[in-house]
């Protein structure tokens, strides 16, 4: 299994573009996850989805999409790129996300996204 | 709203000491607790995920407790190593929303040879 992947590893924007930031797992997990991280801060989260076709917002929410059409993908969208969205996104999935389920979280290796 | 503190910020230790990590949440009704490992330009590792109705899990030299009552939980490291150093983090998951993660912002571990 390759677990959890992100695509691209780096990417630089100029204020107002927009991109995609890819997310897949392998590991048919029904949970995923977006979260953000900067400096000396957690991580926070942004989106998430509990399976296809279900999405909701986290704690971030705002300047991103997301969309959930297959178990294994969910992209992230940047709809008009800003400098405060410099930072490093993270992918995470979960077998379960409900109680009773066993939850432990895999992380994707990050985007680190700079906005100018 | 549930906050997640980790102190120290940083610690450095000579090889082969034995260390605590610590994590503190305000809100007790949490539905697990994972520690995780960070390392420079990756991402999270999971090292050990404790259930609300756990007190501990090992694995390794490693060791993490949990008092959900009084909202703490420590990360032990015995007999540490160079490879030990890293950033840890702490995050909790509610009862209520089980697959979000609430992160505190971490401490960096580095550990002298």
């Known amino acids: 299994n390759a677990g959890v992947t992100q695509t691209p590893k780096f990417q630089v924007l100029k204020t107002g573009q927009s991109m995609t930031l890819q997310c897949a797992q392998d590991m048919n997990h029904e949970y995923m996850s977006w979260y953000r991280q900067d400096p000396g801060m957690g991580l926070r989260l942004i989106h998430y989805?509990?399976?296809?076709?279900?999405?909701d917002q986290g704690e971030v929410p705002n300047g991103y999409n997301v969309s959930r059409s297959t178990t294994e993908d969910f992209p992230l969208r940047l709809l008009s790129a800003a400098p405060s969205q410099t930072s490093v996104y993270f992918c995470a999935s979960s077998l379960e996300g409900g109680q009773g389920g066993h939850n432990e979280q895999f992380f994707g290796p990050g985007t680190r996204l700079t906005v100018l | 709203k549930q906050e997640v503190t980790q102190i120290p910020a940083a610690l450095s230790v000579p090889e082969g000491e034995n260390l605590v990590l610590n994590c503190s949440f305000t809100?007790?009704?949490?539905?697990?607790l994972q520690w995780f490992r960070q390392d420079p330009g990756k991402g999270l590792t999971s090292l050990l995920l404790?259930?609300?109705?756990?007190r501990e899990q090992t694995s390794g030299r490693l060791n993490a407790s949990l008092d959900k009552s009084s909202g703490r939980s420590t990360l032990y490291i015995a007999a540490s190593q160079p490879g030990d150093s890293t950033t840890y983090l702490c995050a909790v998951s509610g009862v209520d929303s089980s697959y979000k993660l609430i992160f505190g912002s971490g401490t960096r571990l580095l550990v002298r040879p």
């Open positions: 404790i259930q609300s109705s756990q």
């Open positions: 989805s509990v399976g296809a076709g279900i999405t």
């Open positions: 809100d007790s009704a949490i539905y697990n």
